[in-house]
């Protein structure tokens, strides 16, 4: 085993272990469960909503393009997972506690994390006046996958690195840049 992996197999768990340490105090977990439900789809499907109402015809291709890049992130990630099968912190470590339900078994890749992070991509290509919200929603998102004991953070940049590629690579299959359409 090379030095670096043999030094992701040790911090990982140990950042999981002082993040789950962090997380016994309530309302840590208390608010960064409420992101992690909000991230579960509610706040991205609220947001589609107001860019159809709102945006006007660019807000509806922003929708749809959220949408088709949605299932295409889920289809990845539910693939990557099936393939690893990496089990969750909490199942994996007595000493880190699930401060939230698991949506499924596995952990490898944070799908909440490649979502927030392609969907952030797609809608602040359409509308850049989102991009400081979403960002901060987005990096809240990953960070409360490993603080509610249900990713590691390797889970969580690698969903980082996924939703970056798939984001991007939606935003530029739509007619190139968004922009360019003003």
């Known amino acids: 085993m090379t ?3 043999l030094l992701l197999r040790t911090l990982d768990p140990h950042l999981c272990r002082m993040a789950s340490h962090w997380a016994r105090r309530p309302g840590v977990h208390r608010f960064f469960g409420i992101v992690s439900r909000l991230g579960n789809g509610g706040f991205w499907y609220g947001l589609m909503a107001a860019l159809v109402a709102f945006g006007g015809a ?8 959220m949408l088709v890049t949605g299932f295409v992130a889920w289809l990845l990630y539910r693939t990557l997972k099936l393939h690893t099968r990496r089990l969750r912190p909490f199942r994996a470590h007595a ?13 490898f890749p944070s799908g ?13 290509a359409w509308f850049p006046f989102l991009a400081l ?5 987005t990096v809240l998102v990953a960070m409360s996958r490993v603080v509610l004991g249900l990713h590691y953070p390797t889970d969580v940049l690698v969903g980082v690195l996924i939703g970056t590629g798939l984001g ?11 922009m360019a359409m003003a």
């Open 58 to 65: 660019r807000g509806m291709i922003a929708a749809l393009q």
């Open 3 to 5: 030095r670096s992996a």
């Open 95 to 107: 000493d880190v506690t699930a401060r939230a339900a698991a949506l499924d078994e596995y952990s």
């Open 112 to 124: 909440h994390t490649l979502h927030a992070v392609s969907f952030t991509i797609v809608a602040v």
């Open 168 to 178: 991007a690579a939606s935003v530029w299959s739509c007619l190139g840049s968004p």
């Open 133 to 137: 919200p979403l960002i901060v929603f």
